[in-house]
């Protein structure tokens, strides 16, 4: 539930004003506050006592000359004076970022210069607009929220869902409806191929809404007339007995449709047919974005509307705030080891607090046999404990390692954190079934292959228990996927599954949902490139990171033409394993501009460098096709598109991918590494008893 509160009912949007009224006075801003209708507009809200207190932030001398014009008294404290459109934004977010304001009201400003700057105060990945309206004619009256007809442009399957969660807020929070009942509106209630919105509607209500009843697709008649219902009979859909011909929210499936329906209720209302009321969701604060052709009442039920939006939303933080008391959990501690190439990144978490980190440089040695690996495992083993001796941190309770190019078994391995050490009547015994495999026979060379061989060593050295999560190998992929087009290969997944599923378990988290509830396309952009669809969280399709497939990186190939590598294998240029370290350290961007740093490359194109400009951008191009096939392969119902990894850290890349993707979904990204944090938290998930502990199968032969 979005509100534990109990709030009356909502008969009419006239009550809005007379219930704002009762409440506390709330502070208004007002960006280009020195038109003369807003003057007036806060001049009767602070009469009905909805507001006690207007901030005017634009030409103080135009303020003050309309405010003596219209007879309205404004004291010059609350006058921040501002030349131009751009400084009157930026004045108004750093007010609301100073919480001193509980709502906006746009007046006399370009809309796209406030927006530009407002988004810096967003809190959600969409926002949207959502109106309260009456109409005799309509639901015999009662209020209806109609949402998005003015905001949201791109209505795909990720904006669509939070349009919905950010008008179920306003129903809870101003209407007193506890689970509302949402209508997702189409032409027809029949799946129709043609008619996007009839999938979109049906997919909209499969999924688990624990504060709303939704239903879809419904036609506007089927949605808000019971006459209809009784006359077309009862569609079947999820929750239609709950929600046709009586819904509280109508869901519009584009801001075409929602905007013609609502002018035509603004038109009514301009005859005293309708009343309506509007808010715009998705930041810090309530947002008024008024019509100068609305008239006085819809304008004052809006400010009164936000109002109360504004004030319980504070009430309700505040009674969440005092109410919840979670458990402490018991405190955890974690040894996390990621060995690389030439360096081994070694952190100590205590829970998901990172205590301690640190990278240490090592000389490059060959790691091509089970001997070579031991004993550079055993050198690995050494400078961890060096560097732990000097973190200050006196105890552990487990080891977590990255784990790499496992033999497959048969079956496929499965997504989780792996038994490498366990604790055997007080004595630390290793898993040599796991630790073997990928000492003696790892299905590639990889600096990853030494994490699992580490870290059953420091188990012993510290007596505690040792563990791998989600190896490189972990293979979801749906049966579908396993399909390469030539029989005798099989497509396996070999992927950064550890950052792919801890980044979409975060996305998740922060949309208050969990990820087995969701379809998300995530991709992990580093020095390799994974792009994966993840679907009720199972990475069930994605490219092939080494060697395989996708996109091309600031190092490896990503795929290639096949008849010219065929040719390349047989020119006698290379050797095999010359050919594999040629595409997976000598290709991609270095192999362009010469160059893999993105901070040096975005340097170079500020300075006009057409050749490293063309080749990132093809990378782009190359990553935002991939999203869009992974995006398919999620059944086009992926509420998000999240980017992570070092490349996320590119503003000039996550740009470019939010313009060729954002039509699919909201793109969001987490710059950085995720990866020790959650070798961590897969430790620490088995230890507190939420998680089971997986055991390695050797291949069977």
């Known amino acids: ?58 030409s103080q001398k135009r303020i003050i000359e309309n405010a003596e014009t219209v007879g309205v008294d404004i004291s010059r404290h609350n006058i921040v004076d501002a030349d131009g459109d751009r400084e009157v934004a930026q004045k108004t977010v750093e007010l609301v970022s100073a919480g ?35 109409a005799a004619q309509i639901s015999n009256g009662k209020p209806i929220v109609l949402t998005d007809p003015g905001v949201t442009t791109v209505c795909n399957f990720g904006r669509m869902v939070d349009i919905v969660n950010n008008s179920l807020k306003v129903a809870q929070l101003v209407m007193g409806i506890d689970r509302p009942k949402v209508a997702i509106l189409s032409a027809n209630e029949k799946q129709i191929p043609s008619l996007a919105s009839t999938s979109m509607g049906l997919e909209l209500s499969k999924l688990k809404w624990d504060n709303a009843l939704v239903c879809g697709p419904l036609s506007f008649d089927l949605a808000t007339d019971p006459n209809s219902v009784a006359v077309k009979g009862m569609p079947k859909l999820p929750n239609a007995e709950d929600v046709a011909g009586k819904a509280d929210i109508l869901v519009c499936p584009c801001l075409d449709s929602a905007n013609v329906l609502y002018k035509t209720i603004t038109s009514m209302a301009r005859y005293g047919d309708a009343s309506i009321a509007g808010i715009t969701l998705g930041f810090q604060i309530p947002y008024i974005i008024l019509s100068r052709s609305d008239n006085l009442e819809t304008r004052l039920d809006s400010i009164a509307l936000c109002s109360i939006y504004a004030q319980r939303q504070n009430d309700l933080k505040k009674t969440t705030s005092v109410e919840i008391h979670p458990k402490p959990k018991a405190l955890k501690r974690v040894l996390v080891v990621n060995p690389g190439s030439t360096s081994i990144k070694i952190a100590v978490y205590e829970n998901d607090t990172c205590l301690y980190e640190s990278e240490k440089s090592f000389q490059a040695e060959s ?77 590639m060379e990889h600096a990853s292959n030494l994490g699992i061989i580490v870290a059953a060593n420091l188990a012993k050295h510290f007596n505690v228990p040792a563990f791998s999560v989600d190896p490189v190998v972990v293979d979801e992929f749906s049966e579908l996927a396993e399909f390469s087009g030539y029989a005798p290969i099989t497509r396996r997944s070999t992927s950064h599954a550890l950052s792919i599923r801890a980044t979409a378990k975060k996305a998740a988290e ?10 998300l396309v995530v991709a992990h952009l580093g020095g390799g490139i994974t792009i994966a669809s993840v679907v009720k969280g199972k990475m069930t399709d994605n490219s092939i990171a080494l060697l395989g497939e996708g996109p091309f990186t600031p190092r490896r190939s990503g795929q290639l033409p096949i008849n010219e590598l065929i040719d390349l294998c047989y020119s006698g240029q290379f050797t095999k394993e010359q050919l594999k370290s040629e595409l997976s350290t000598k290709a991609g961007l270095v192999s362009y501009p010469d160059c893999d740093s993105m901070k040096v490359i975005e340097e170079r194109i500020e300075q006009g460098d057409e050749k490293a400009k063309l080749a990132v951008d093809a990378m782009v191009y190359q990553i935002a096709k991939d999203i869009g096939a992974a995006f398919v392969t999620a059944d086009c119902t992926a509420e998000a598109i999240v980017l992570t990894g070092r490349l996320a850290h590119s503003a000039y890349i996550v740009k470019s991918i939010r313009q060729r993707v954002g039509r699919l979904a909201p793109v969001i990204a987490y710059p950085g590494s995720m990866e020790m944090s959650a070798l961590a938290a897969g430790a620490i998930a088995v230890m507190e008893g939420t998680q089971k502990a997986l055991k390695y199968n050797l291949p069977l032969k």
Not at 108 to 127: D, F
Not at 510 to 519: H, K, L, T, W, Y
């Open 1 to 58: 539930m979005v509100t534990s509160m109990a709030y009356e009912i909502l008969k009419s949007v006239s009550d809005l004003v007379e219930i704002a009224g009762k409440l506390p006075g709330t502070t208004v801003i007002i960006p280009g506050g020195d038109r003369v209708e807003d003057l007036r507009l806060v001049d009767a809200a602070c009469d009905f006592g909805i507001t006690n207190k207007a901030i005017l932030v634009g």
């Open 100 to 134: 001193e304001v509980d709502m906006v009201l746009k007046g006399g400003i370009s809309t796209p210069i406030l927006n530009r700057e407002m988004l810096k105060l967003a809190v959600k990945p969409t926002a949207s607009l959502a109106c309260i309206f009456d």
């Open 367 to 443: 790691a091509a046999t089970p001997d070579e690996r031991i004993s550079l495992a055993e050198k690995l083993t050494e400078l961890v404990k060096d560097a732990f001796e000097k973190s200050g941190v006196e105890s552990l309770d487990a080891i977590s390692g990255r784990g790499g190019f496992l033999p497959r078994p048969r079956e496929k391995l499965a997504g989780g954190t792996y038994l490498v050490a366990e604790n055997v009547e007080g004595k630390i015994v290793a898993d040599h079934t796991i630790v073997n495999a990928i000492a003696d026979h790892p299905e």
């Open 510 to 519: 922060i949309a208050g949902r969990s990820v087995e509830d969701m379809n």
